[in-house]
């Protein structure tokens, strides 16, 4: 029996990971009263060496070439580190596979999506290495409008998408709450992230505490004696505290049900 030579084929360099990171940002007001601060939605950026092959001092999302001896996760996680100095306390999630002719001008070249939204305290010793001469957070509003390096502008829209509806399907929004809360500070951390979301806060905190699909998502605050908890810290009247159960729906989208 003859054994046929085998095939020849292109050997890549190793699939390139792009990664999205979201956080929310907060603002203090200034003034006398007690307000809200402001929130807003931010991106992680690199900017590229001046020394790169393509694109040298563009800004981009952090990434670069997996290796033959790691996961595509494993090399997510490594860029991270040697790019923006982000650890693996950070979890990501893999969200598409992106390739069409032309999309890098150094020749076939696929990439894998990840991203994440999380707390601005895991993005405080940011620090740019190896490719990235610089790196930092910009509002969300800003960084779609620059001209990013490679199809990142397309990226970056398709991980927002994914966050979005994450903000809208899951409890997300819990990481960016104090353990009580009041309903405008989750409208508030809601409304950041989707700011097409327009409730009536009456109707968004009936909804909240009664509707079937939503059954024990939150609950009142009480004290030991089971007295409601209240707070004033942004805003010169008490406000009912709340607090997220452990409940997690989920929904069907083909009927009203859950499952």
């Known amino acids: 029996m003859t054994h046929q030579q085998p095939k020849q084929y292109r050997s890549p360099d190793g699939l390139p990971v792009d990664i999205a990171i979201f956080t929310i940002t907060s603002h203090a007001k200034q003034g006398n009263y007690r307000m809200l601060a402001d929130r807003r939605l931010d991106v992680l950026l690199v900017r590229r060496s001046a020394s790169s092959e393509a694109y040298p001092g563009y800004w981009a999302l952090p990434g670069g070439f997996s290796k033959e001896g790691e996961t595509l996760l494993e090399a997510a996680y490594r860029e991270l580190k040697e790019e923006t100095?982000?650890?693996?306390?950070?979890?990501i999630e893999q969200i598409k596979t992106v390739y069409y002719p032309g999309r890098d001008p150094r020749g076939w070249m696929p990439s894998v999506l990840y991203c994440t939204l999380v707390k601005e305290a895991y993005l405080?010793?940011?620090?740019?290495?190896?490719?990235?001469?610089?790196?930092r957070l910009f509002p969300l509003d800003e960084a779609l409008k620059m001209q990013l390096a490679f199809?990142?502008?397309?990226?970056?829209?398709?991980?927002?998408?994914?966050?979005?509806t994450k903000m809208m399907t899951t409890t997300i929004a819990k990481q960016f709450l104090p353990e009580e809360f009041?309903?405008?500070?989750?409208?508030?951390?809601?409304?950041?992230?989707?700011?097409?979301?327009?409730?009536?806060?009456a109707n968004f905190k009936r909804n909240l505490m009664t509707t079937k699909a939503r059954q024990g998502?939150?609950?009142?605050?009480?004290?030991?004696?089971?007295?409601?908890?209240?707070?004033?810290?942004?805003?010169?009247?008490?406000?009912?505290?709340?607090?997220?159960?452990?409940?997690?729906?989920?929904i069907s989208i083909y009927n009203s049900g859950l499952f």
């Open 217 to 250: 998502l939150i609950r009142e605050a009480v004290t030991e004696g089971g007295q409601p908890k209240t707070t004033d810290r942004n805003s010169n009247r008490p406000a009912q505290l709340y607090v997220y159960t452990d409940y997690e729906p989920r």
């Open 124 to 135: 405080l010793k940011l620090a740019a290495d190896t490719d990235a001469d610089e790196v």
């Open 151 to 164: 199809d990142h502008n397309e990226l970056l829209q398709d991980a927002l998408t994914y966050v979005q």
């Open 182 to 201: 009041t309903i405008r500070e989750l409208y508030q951390v809601i409304q950041t992230v989707v700011p097409s979301f327009e409730e009536d806060i």
């Open 85 to 91: 100095n982000v650890d693996q306390d950070v979890m």
